[in-house]
Antibody, heavy 122, light 108 residues
Framework: EVQLVQSGAEVKKPGESLKISCKGS????????IAWVRQMPGKGLEWMGI????????KYSPSFQGQVTISADKSINTAYLQWSSLKASDTAMYFC???????????????WGQGTLVTVSS | EIVLTQSPGTLSLSPGERATLSCRAS???????LGWYQQKPGQAPRLLIY???SRATGIPDRFSGSGSGTDFTLTISRLEPEDFAVYYC?????????FGQGTRVEIK
């Protein structure tokens, strides 16, 4: 069964750095795109960006470009989302989700992780 | 960036009724790269429809999608108790994907 398992909840202070993870299993991780989606408290879904673990080709939403870094380590089937300096407004649930195979960048998100809650507060 | 506007914001219906949810795009969504997702409280979203009208694996046939270009619709033919949730449309046809703001389907 395809699974995406995300790292646990985090509580951080403004200005701190953070890297959260998303580990895929039961499929060829390096050959499927992985997207990250933000959901602020009580709000809707926002697409942040997407990475192809096979060659680390990455695309960002203009809203998140320069604010976060998406990366992947195909040797351990894991994708990452990181911040160098967190703000209170980064408080949200973050989901990873599997996209298309290979060249199919334009593809729906068929499997989702359980989400990682990030809380940033002084 | 393509903006998706969903309507209505909230739909109040009874079990057994038909639900019609709308998703309008600010510009044409190429090749019907439009999906619909269901999200229940405390859960991750679940894919219902992709390619505007194809049901995802395991999705009951009471869910159907239609539309093209800038106007898309999700229809739930007869609401079951487990269908009361928030529904999002998403376009993945451009280089920057976007979601609609969501439609909440609540029990009347």
């Amino acid at each position: 069964e395809v699974q995406l398992v995300q790292s646990g909840a985090e509580v951080k202070k403004p200005g701190e750095s953070l890297k959260i993870s998303c580990k895929g299993s039961a499929y060829s991780f390096s050959h499927y795109w992985i997207a990250w989606v933000r959901q602020m408290p009580g709000k809707g879904l926002e697409w942040m960006g997407i990475i192809y673990p096979g060659d680390s080709d990455t695309k960002y939403s203009p809203s998140f470009q320069g604010q976060v870094t998406i990366s992947a380590d195909k040797s351990i089937n894991t994708a990452y989302l990181q911040w160098s300096s967190l703000k209170a407004s980064d408080t949200a649930m973050y989901f990873c989700a599997r996209g298309g195979y290979g060249a199919k960048f334009r593809y729906h998100l068929d499997y989702w992780g359980q989400g990682t809650l990030v809380t940033v507060s002084s | 960036e393509i903006v998706l506007t969903q309507s209505p914001g909230t739909l109040s219906l009874s079990p057994g009724e038909r639900a019609t949810l709308s998703c309008r795009a600010s510009q044409s969504v190429s090749s019907s790269y439009l999906g619909w997702y269901q999200q229940k409280p405390g859960q991750a979203p679940r894919l219902l429809i992709y390619g505007a009208s194809s049901r995802a694996t395991g999705i009951p046939d009471r869910f159907s999608g239609s539309g093209s270009g800038t106007d898309f619709t999700l229809t739930i033919s007869r609401l079951e108790p487990e269908d009361f949730a928030v529904y999002y449309c998403q376009q993945y046809g451009s280089s920057s994907w976007t979601f609609g703001q969501g439609t909440r389907v609540e029990i009347k």
